[in-house]
């Protein structure tokens, strides 16, 4: 599909402000509908088959916890319809994040995340100070018709503090941008199927 017709220029704009501002960014219905419709049929379609249990930590420490997070989860390829469309769009937010701040911003990786009934992710951070080389977070929300009582909500810590900055509904076309070592998160139990993108910008320079 070819979303080059879209104007993403507001939406970038806002986040960027948002970033400098406060250090996170939330904005509903912030992808072109055809966009979101298509990654929410892949997910849907690849939940059955091609799914695994998400790990805690990265290459040879990466291990598999329940007791921490029990989603599963499905890596995006740029190989793909989907995967072409969904890194375009990814792309075009990257180039403007580094023009406006200079964030440096080079590989960026995504995966599917399928939370069941009962599924979780404990309060973490995507990178701490010196150890890791993710700079922004991104998480965008598949969930149509998505109600308060059917629970897994996004909550952004303050850092370092028990604080709740934001609790995030997984509504349909939401995404959420946070700086990776400044927040942490947790995703309360799910009441029912929640499907959503994870996406971290990384300075691949960095080791």
Not at 35 to 55: C, D, P, Y
Not at 103 to 127: I, N, T, W
Request: glycine letters at 6%; proline letters at 2%.
């Amino acid at each position: 599909m070819d979303f080059e017709s879209q104007n993403n220029t507001h939406i970038f704009e806002l986040i960027v402000d948002d970033i400098v501002g406060k250090g996170y960014s939330i904005h509903e219905n912030a992808l072109p509908i055809n966009l979101v419709t298509e990654l929410s049929e892949a997910a849907r379609l690849l939940a059955g088959t091609h799914f695994k249990a998400a790990g805690v930590g990265r290459d040879a420490g990466l291990v598999v916890n329940h007791q921490i997070r029990s989603d599963n989860i499905c890596w995006i390829a740029d190989d793909c319809n989907y995967g072409i469309a969904w890194f375009k769009w990814v792309e075009a937010l990257k180039l403007h994040l580094n023009r406006r701040l200079f964030l440096g911003l080079g590989e960026v990786e995504s995966h599917f995340a399928h939370y069941r009934q009962g599924d979780f992710y404990q309060k973490h951070k995507d990178a701490f100070h010196g150890q890791a080389n993710r700079v922004l977070s991104m998480v965008t929300y598949l969930n149509p018709d998505w109600r308060e009582v059917d629970g897994g909500e996004l909550l952004i810590y303050s850092d370092d503090s028990d604080h709740i900055l934001t609790k995030v509904t997984p509504s349909w076309g939401t995404i959420v941008l946070f700086l990776s070592e400044e927040f942490p998160h947790e995703v309360l139990p799910a009441k029912c199927d929640r499907y959503s993108i994870a996406t971290w910008f990384r300075q691949t320079n960095i080791s």
